[in-house]
C-alpha cells in the first residue's frame, strides 16, 4: 500500500503543482462556502472530462453527494462536446442565489512504473492505455495519415481530437514527452473552447466558478489526482467581474 506522499511523488515528476483529486474537493468546497458564503448544495456542477469510466470510477464521492448535478458536458479526452446548447441547459438549472462550477479537462494516466499515458485497471493484469482516445490520435499523428478537414459523422468525437492534434503536429512530435504535449494541446483547446461558451450563456445565478487543469488517473489502487491550470470566479453581481485563486488549489 503506496502511502499519500508516495503517490504524489508519482505523479509531481510529471505534474509538480498535481493534487489528490480528494484535496482538490475538498479546497474547493471550502472556498466556495468560506470565500463566497454558498453552500455547496447550491452549486449546480458541470464537468467537461473524458466519458472513460475510470473517471467515473475514480469521482470524488464528496462532489457528487454536496453539489448539485454533475451535468456531463464531456466526450473524448474532456472536449464539451455538448456546445452551446449543454451549457445552455445546466446553466438554467441553478439556484438564483447559487452559483455554477465547471470542471473541465483532459485526463492522463500515469502507472505506478511511471509511465505516462499507460494505467493498470480495476480487475486487469495488463496496463491500457489512458487517454487512449489521445494516445490513438497521437499515434495516427505520428505515423503521418491524418487529414485535414476530415471529420466524419461515425466517428466525430475522436475525428474532433485528431484535427486538434493535427493543428500542433511539429510542436507534439518534437516535445520530449509527445503524449504529454498531446495532453496539454487537448486542454487549451478545451480550455478555449470553454470560454467561448461561457461568454456565450447567461447565467441568473450569483457566480460562475470555473476550474480547468488535467486530471490524473493512476492503477486501480492509487486513485486520481488534478493538476490546474485556471480557477477563476466570475462575479456576475459585479459587471462580470473575473478573480483568479489558482494559487489556492495549486
Known sequence: MMLKKDKLELIRKFYPNALTTIDTVNKLIDFIEDELNIPASKVMMADSICSDDVNSIQYPARATQEFLGPFKMGGLDGFPFTGLTGMGAFASHVPDDGAVFIYYGPHIGISKESVIGEILRFG??????????????????????????????????????????????????????????????????????????????????????LMGGVMINSDSDVGSFSSAKRFDVINLKDNKSKKSYLSLIS
Open 124 to 209: 486487469q493484469h495488463t496496463s491500457s492505455g489512458c487517454c487512449g482516445a489521445a494516445k490513438g490520435a497521437l499515434k495516427k499523428l505520428s505515423d503521418g495519415i491524418l487529414v485535414e478537414g476530415n471529420v466524419t459523422d461515425m466517428d466525430y468525437q475522436m475525428n474532433t481530437i485528431e484535427q486538434i492534434l493535427l493543428k500542433q503536429k511539429d510542436r507534439i512530435l518534437n516535445a520530449e514527452t509527445p503524449i504529454h504535449e498531446a495532453t496539454e494541446v487537448i486542454y487549451e483547446a478545451i480550455d478555449e473552447r470553454i470560454l467561448e461558451l461561457v461568454a456565450a450563456t447567461n447565467y441568473n445565478c450569483k457566480y460562475v466558478i
